[in-house]
């Protein structure tokens, strides 16, 4: 009933702030027209600001809504990025959200939005506040973790330990509940990886792997994603002369990168607004994601992903 009610007043709320003043045709051509030119900065034209920020309120819930407020920096849709990010935090649509807040130095939403809990939820939200690879991103993180320490007499089942190539063997000898690895699945990987119609489109597809590779290796990329098994998941950062700071794959043209970033945003940037790019050490998939789970949930994650298979 509570997740039903909040939903409605999510919708409420964005009802309401598009009813505040709707897009124009004329708009829309400004808008255009501005994307044509590459003109994205528009503060210092209360005219293009208006027109764009109208734009990107007819937007919201529709195609291409977190790009252009991604391109024009729409300062103005923080507070419905925030809705997006706490209605649901496992959402594709929360991961983008939490990306463009601190795009748009508006990090002190995320932190409010931690604060008020309740704490499933603001784990969930820090969850996604950790595959943000910046400063600002680590430090709020750092500063959650510090307040919401875990309750030492609460009972956690012991982390997914294997530290040999036998314990992997005899873990994939076992059977487990792919219907439970899905959930697995939803909660730790989901930012990064899609499997059939779960999760984001970031890193490489997982929809078939169960053809692709044995419950061993697959094993293998999870405990050890440096390792001699890879899915690929190489990984740039990129410096630009104007002092930010870009994590992601990239792909590049004649004249410009696209990194594609954790939560599905993909930014481009000009080469010769290239200051330094340099390739990660590690793969972008982090080494011991496995000691977040139990045992179990390591083989029910593993057997979900075994039973993704060419059909």
Known sequence: MKNILAQLLFALFVNIAFAEEEASPKDRLIVETLTRL??????????????????????????????????????????????????????????????????????????????????????????????????????????????????STVAVAAPALLATPEDIALLAKRKGDPVQGKSVFQKLCFACHKAGDVGLDYGPGLSEIGSKLPKTELYLAIVKPNAGVSFDYEGWIVHTNQGGVLAGIVTESDEELTIRMVGGISQKVKKSDVAKREKMKVSLMPEGLHLAMSEKELVDLVEFLSSLRTK
Not at 75 to 90: G, M, N, R, T
Request: a positive charge; zero cysteines; proline letters at 4%.
């Open 38 to 151: 590459e003109r994205f900065d528009v503060s210092g034209n209360e005219k293009w600001k208006g027109a764009v920020e109208r734009y990107a309120r007819s937007l919201r819930g529709k195609e291409g809504y977190f790009e252009l407020v991604d391109q024009f920096a729409v300062k103005a849709e923080a507070s419905v990025l925030i809705q997006f990010v706490q209605k649901d935090p496992s959402a594709e649509d929360a991961a983008k959200a939490v990306q463009l807040l601190f795009r748009l130095d508006k990090k002190q939403s995320i932190a409010n939005a931690l604060a008020a809990g309740p704490k499933a939820k603001a784990d969930a939200i820090a969850k996604l506040v950790g595959f943000i690879q910046t400063p600002e991103a680590k430090k709020l993180l750092e500063e959650y973790r510090a307040t919401n320490k875990p309750a």
